[in-house]
């Protein structure tokens, strides 16, 4: 404890009022942006995010833009590793190499005095990004090893109360196939599952990405039983995860450092859970692979939800704002920091709007009130009012009262498929 007093005591003489933030970011696999009572589940299921959320900044419209592999999970964490965006990352995930990056998030952060630390699952992942931590280890997904990325990041925040940190920890759930202990699946029935959006046996196009091991996880064509039987296991292995989060942030508070310490819990990508006839990540939807839970607390965070249009390579370079990084700390670094709408001194973000791929078969943009998706391969466009439209019903490509809209998404959208 008096290490840690000289510490604080030592950084107040050097930033004056400030201390340099511990960073805690956490990543749960394949978690729905509607996981929050706040954000659209119907009942609270994951009581410790759900009480994280009340001091959080809740970025409604955040995403990823995307992936040029069929696992998103890889560019999803590689966008977050190093804050470029997809055009940047190689085509073949496997030559994600650290070395590639003028910077990465571990590489800056041990530059700027802190101590890192890793946890996370060991597939479908970039591996090479995680040598750069100083303590790093992966895990296979079962339901011991959720307990064990849990037990061993509070542990690590325990030990280290005298220097900053950065801690980033990568829950294997609820990714399939959604383990869990049986307790926590009998708390969860499929009679009780909200029933998917524009439930549908098979989706209603070609979409180019329909046979992906995803969309295969359960017998096809889908029914209503089926899915709300998929959702069930998907809400206990959700829950039994954020039981794992209670044990984290327990740890910030029992060591005197919940207050000096921003903590970012996302999802890496979503997931359709029977969607418009989908299951997977692989498809440009509201609520299916690239929107994603995204919430931000701690030091100056102002609790609210924001309509900003977020994305995951914003991670790095607010993180990096907020422990005051130098610029040459984040040279190459392509996205925005969300601290200053975090913290309630802006509105919006420069920028106007979210572009999102998946590989060649599917784009889309929006500007926070309207998106459109493009598939190329079967010339379909889908224009969506998000305003009255948020779960994407209707499509108003046609409709002659949104002929600008589309004018101009199509406009914006074909710029950003030319700089790819």
Known sequence: MLRAAFYLLLCTLIHGAETPPNILIIVADDLRPDCLTQTGAKVARLPNLEQLAKRSCIFTKASLQGSTYAAVCVASRAMLLTGRSVARLPTDNQKIKAASFASTLPRAFQAQGYTTFHTGKNESRPTNLYTEFQQTQTLPRSVETEVKHG?????FISRHTDKPWLAYVEFAL??????APESFYERFKPADMEEPIDFRPEHAFNNGELKVRDELTLPRPLTLDSVKAKRARYWASAAWMDQQLGVIFSALKTSGQENRTLVI?????G???GDHGLLGKQNLYAFGGMHIPFLMAGPGVKPQTSEA???VH???????DAAKCPKNLTQGVEGLSLLPVAQGTQSQLTRTYAFSRYRNVQ???????WKLIHYPQVNITQLFNLQADPTEL??????SSAKSQRGVLEAELVRWRTSL
């Open 309 to 311: 249009l977020a994305q």
């Open 265 to 269: 819990v996302i999802g890496d990508n």
């Open 174 to 179: 609820p990714h399939d196939p959604q383990n």
């Open 394 to 399: 209707h499509n108003l490509v046609d409709e």
């Open 271 to 273: 997931l359709s859970l």
């Open 314 to 320: 914003d991670i790095f370079p607010t993180v990096a």
């Open 151 to 155: 037990a061993d990041t509070a542990a």
């Open 363 to 369: 784009f889309s943009i929006t500007d926070g009130k």
